[in-house]
């Protein structure tokens, strides 16, 4: 088993958690699925939590995007009961082993999160940690084993999803989560690198942060050590270069300020990017050689002043590579108003990156602004649960 692909190979099945509460109205988050419905294609298969009220709806949506729901989808029961009460029924089973029935009834739409996927080509487990950052991811690997052929597993080390990303036989984990696990099992750094390199079977694991904590002079989504949270936020990996490079695309605050024409952001969160960016493209330890390029950032505030800027991330989008085939699928944030001239500039000049990389690039339209303004975007949506061969 070893981590299941960020980037290479055909995504041929995902995970979505159809959220317990609702930040936007019903018909928002239905025509965002609908969206990716349509983009991935009639074969894809699609795993759902969702109360069952919901079920007939995402039917419903799937039929409108040309699927057909008995084939593409399997809808997993998410029981609604209240947080203190939440039901775990166990017991022994003939053979030994013990079965354990769970509700997930504060699950939210970050499906990408609680756990990661490891594959071996043929089956796919859920890797969940024993210790978890938000209410509601505790369940939902255990919903989805119970109703799928996906096994889960346990680890002793904190990982979440969205701050690891795999190429080939490489995995980039953001630092913080070194730290955090130095002072979870009280192992040394080398200590913690070898255990996960053990767990999840790769060859090099590439910590991706600074020593030092960073200090940003506004609230963003930062990390601890790393520009943002979550490494999806700010890295995406593009598959391999004519040269044999690991292609990857890094967040460029400056870059989107400069298509723009408007004022940089504070050099200390600008820097923290830059130094990121230079980091892979000077990497020379064992393991993968990087090329980097990078993708506009932007931080932008709802009015001059406000406390909280937030991130239009590009970066968090799917990516497929396999034979001769690129694309990429990136959140757009352009609308149909008159202010939204700039949000199209950075839309058309993502996409004349990704083109100019090789890819064929599907702008996704689905209020994925309001997703960014709670620290995510279409990446962390969605989970990829298998994907098809490389070549």
């Known amino acids: 088993m070893r981590p299941l692909s960020s980037v290479y190979g055909e995504i041929r099945k995902m995970l979505l958690t159809y959220p317990h509460a609702l930040r936007v109205p019903f018909d928002v988050v239905l025509q965002r699925y609908k969206g990716i419905f349509e983009a991935l294609g009639q074969d894809m298969h699609y795993v759902i939590l969702a109360f069952p009220k919901v079920h007939g709806k995402l039917r419903r949506t799937a039929q409108r995007a040309g699927l057909d729901p008995d084939r593409n989808l399997t809808l997993v029961p998410a029981q609604i009961a209240p947080f203190a009460s939440i039901r775990q029924l166990v017991r022994e089973e003939p053979d030994g082993s013990w079965l354990a029935f769970v509700d997930s009834p504060t699950h939210s739409i970050w499906a990408q999160d609680a756990y990661c996927v ?11 940690p024993m210790t978890f950052t938000r209410g509601g991811d505790h369940f939902i690997a255990e919903q989805i084993a119970a109703h799928t052929d996906v096994r889960i597993d346990a680890t002793r080390y904190h ?10 036989d490489f995995t980039l ?5 070194l730290y955090e696990n130095m002072t979870l099992t009280g192992q040394s750094a080398a200590e913690v690198t070898r255990g996960l390199q053990r767990q999840l079977g790769v060859e090099h694991l590439i910590w991706l942060g600074f020593e030092d904590p960073l200090r940003f002079p506004m609230q963003v989504f930062q990390g601890v050590r790393q520009p943002i949270f979550h490494i999806d936020m700010y ?17 460029d605050t400056r870059l989107a300020k400069r298509l723009l024409d408007q004022d940089p952001v504070p050099d200390v969160i600008s820097d923290a990017f830059d130094r990121v960016a230079a980091f892979l493209a000077n990497y020379n330890a064992s393991g993968p050689r990087f090329e980097v390029v990078r993708l506009p950032l932007d931080l932008w505030f709802d009015e001059p002043g406000a406390p909280r800027g937030t991130f239009l991330t590009y970066n968090n989008c799917l990516v497929e590579v396999f034979g001769d ?6 959140p757009a944030y352009a609308s149909v108003a008159p202010a939204s001239l700039n949000r199209r500039r950075l839309d058309s000049a993502v996409v004349e990156i990704f083109e100019g990389q090789g890819f064929d690039v599907r702008l996704m339209h689905g209020a994925y602004e309001e997703l960014c303004k709670r620290g995510g975007s279409m990446h962390c949506i969605t989970k990829a649960l298998a994907r098809g061969p490389v070549g």
């Open 159 to 168: 990982l979440e999803g969205g701050n690891m990303l795999t190429g080939d």
């Open 235 to 251: 890295i995406t990996l593009g598959g391999k270069t004519a040269s044999g490079r690991q292609r990857v695309f890094v967040g």
């Open 325 to 330: 085939t690129r694309r990429a699928f990136v």
């Open 173 to 177: 984990i953001g630092v913080d989560y």
């Open 118 to 128: 490891l594959t071996d080509g043929t089956q796919s487990t859920l890797l969940e």
